[in-house]
């Protein structure tokens, strides 16, 4: 569970700058609501006055003091409606904006730090960091408002009476010396609300996608629920009460200053040598800067939460720096460079190296030298974590070498070639994803995805409608296929499969490796296979074997004896 003190370790934000990035685009509608907001507070300040002054008219009201109280009125009405919608609109636009900013700086983000940064914190960032933010600058337009309201009610104070605005003037310093207390102890709370809800957000994880296991595990059933997914929930509710018990705390003392005040100058007004008819204006008033004020004061927990919210952002933005800018432009911008054909890819003594975690020596992979050729079927080998995927990730550039170099047709990818570069390839990973629609919806690719769904036999279970599957709820191996069908279907002349074939019955796995390689093959695809299926590996034209990160060997195909009939026949008779 995060506490605050591990909070503490994130990046500063500059609280103001964030605020004027994300309002920068919409600063005309601001601008105008705002304005308009402060002519309707200030209209409404002036609205007092009169209603004081028609209080004490000893002739009665004239006719030009009720058309100005007609004519406030109506700025009044107009301007907090204008104000209303425009502050509205903005914070729609903002929550957009904001929603769309971050998913691009995961989108663009470097493999490796989306996989160290945590699927739950990222959700907890897109979900709850982006409510928070939304939800202050839904109100901050609003905020000032009140603030102009407040000052405008201030200035007509002093008018009044100097005197009677020097006692307010206390209560209020006594009334912000509390706030700014309690907005330090709520700032410390909510950086621990932060931490469980991340907390929380793995533990809603571990309940649904770990739904089966939970029903088969009763001590672990116990253990997420009653002691992780509750201790979560419940500090957050913790920590919440003690941040609420504050903030009605304060609001309640400064309510109670108010009145205070209002009690001490109404009683002491003979004393105080101050006119009936200013006290009751400034009665007037402090009542009703009470609700400028609450919607300041009010504001105070949105303001402390979206400030940690932008710094749980901001350290988002901080580990997702990219060196590719452009993977997001539009297709148009980024011309496909009229490369030539990706005829070899080199990792020249290229390594990589995890980040340590725990007690543990972190994984490294490495210095390997490795040259494949187009057209070239290459299994990759070896037993379980000796850095298989790893190897594929640093050759498709999903992963930078932290040294030596990777090497398309024997020259190095600039940064901004990479994205060009991986376009030469599909790949269907051990933990892929599978999309339920495809990316072209034109009648040949429609059909090529049909063929292909009869070719894998998927056609029985799944159709294409709309451009997308008919279903995905399929098995395991089926599952799989339909993410073949998607690597088929971009057509790219580079192939890599990551233990594709694992979880295909005995049938489908010879047809896999005696029919679809070798038709592949001749198509002039380049296969890279991870597998662990050593009855095929003469199949291959090279086999590369890897060993705790290193490049044990290199073998021909030939060097694999694959008889057609026997083993497959057991294997097939057997089960597998
Ligand atoms: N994101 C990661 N962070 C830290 N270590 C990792 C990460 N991914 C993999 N590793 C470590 O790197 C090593 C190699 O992992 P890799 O997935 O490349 O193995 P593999 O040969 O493909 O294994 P398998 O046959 O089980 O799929 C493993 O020891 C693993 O613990």
Redesign the pocket.
Known sequence: MSEPSKQDAFTKVHFGRELFRLFRPFWHLSAFATALGVVAGLATAMLLAAINDGLHATNGVSTQAVLSFIGLCAITLVGNTVAGIGNSVIGQKIIASLRKDISARIVCAPIAAV??YRVHRLLATLNSDVDTVSAFTFNFPSFAVAAAVAIGCIVYMVVLSPLLFVIAAVAIAVGVAINQYASLRWDYHYKGVRGAQDELQKQYRAITEGAKELRLNRDRRHRVYGTQLSGAADLIGELKIRAMRLYYGTHAIGTTLFFLVIGLIVLEQAQLGVDSRVVSGFVIVLLYIRGPMDMLTGGLPTLIQARVSFQRIAELSSQFENREPRLLAPSEATPRAAAAPLESVWLRDASYA?PP?GDAP??KLGPIDLQIQRGETLFIV?E????????IKLLLSLYSPQSGALLANGQAVPDDALDDYRQNFSAVF?DYHLFDDLVASDATTVARATRYLEQLELSHKVSITDAAFSTTDLSAGQRKRLALVHAYLENRPWMVLD?WAADQDPTFRRYFYTEMLPDLKRQGKTLIV?SHDDRYFGLADRVVR?HQGRIMRVESGSAFAYEPNVGDAAEVETGG
Request: include cysteine; proline fraction near 5%; hydrophobic fraction near 30%.
């Open positions: 996989e160290r995890f975690a972190p994984f070896g379980n974590g000796c850095g298989k995927t790893t190897m051990s233990e991870i890897l």
